[in-house]
């Protein structure tokens, strides 16, 4: 029985969501050379669910190859993805104050989902989970948009902005799981994590 799991991420949030759980683990990351940013270029016309389902599949076998190179334990590796989708649009991380900004008015009083797909792979078996969740941003003003933007909290946030964060203000209702919004539904992840026989309940 394995005594820990590989997270192949490098969001703080999921390795601290993950450890609120108690699950042991360590970090599988890209190293240099690779090109992690690359695997989450949108595809033309590609919807948001087939979308993060893709990335986060690219990004296990890219860490399973990792860890094949490696001279480290095996283990089980998890890896997890979060897109925002206004319609069938896909708000991915912006790349400037600018580009957060443009995202929050287009959030502004409406409905949009965080879809977070979660995949682990353990002894070549793969099990894979997803969650999509509703969040209702309240109208937000100029200023209230110019103010977060200039706070630098947006940057690699997923449609700019993070619900952990001063964004929780924004928020006048939320459908589905506040975890996965974060980047890890926790629900879900413990299922896939008792697919394997991990024990989470020690």
Known sequence: MNSFIYLASQSP?????????????????????EAAEALEQVRAG?????????????????????LVTSDWPA????CAD???ALGAQILGKPQGAHEAARMLRQLSGRTHRVITAV?????????????????RFAPLTPRQIAAYAASGEWQGKAGGYAIQGRAAAFIEHISGSHSGIMGLPLHETALLLRKIAFDIEH
């Open 82 to 84: 979060t897109t925002v």
């Open 13 to 33: 949030r999921r390795r601290q969501l993950l450890e609120q759980i108690g699950v042991p683990l360590r970090l599988l990351l890209p190293d240099d050379a």
């Open 46 to 66: 590609e919807a948001p669910l087939r979308y993060v389902r893709r990335v986060t599949r690219l990004k296990l076998d890219a860490a399973l190859r990792r």
């Open 75 to 78: 283990a089980p590796v998890l």
């Open 119 to 135: 995949a682990v792979q353990a002894e070549g078996a793969r099990h894979e989970a997803v969650s999509d969740s509703r969040v």
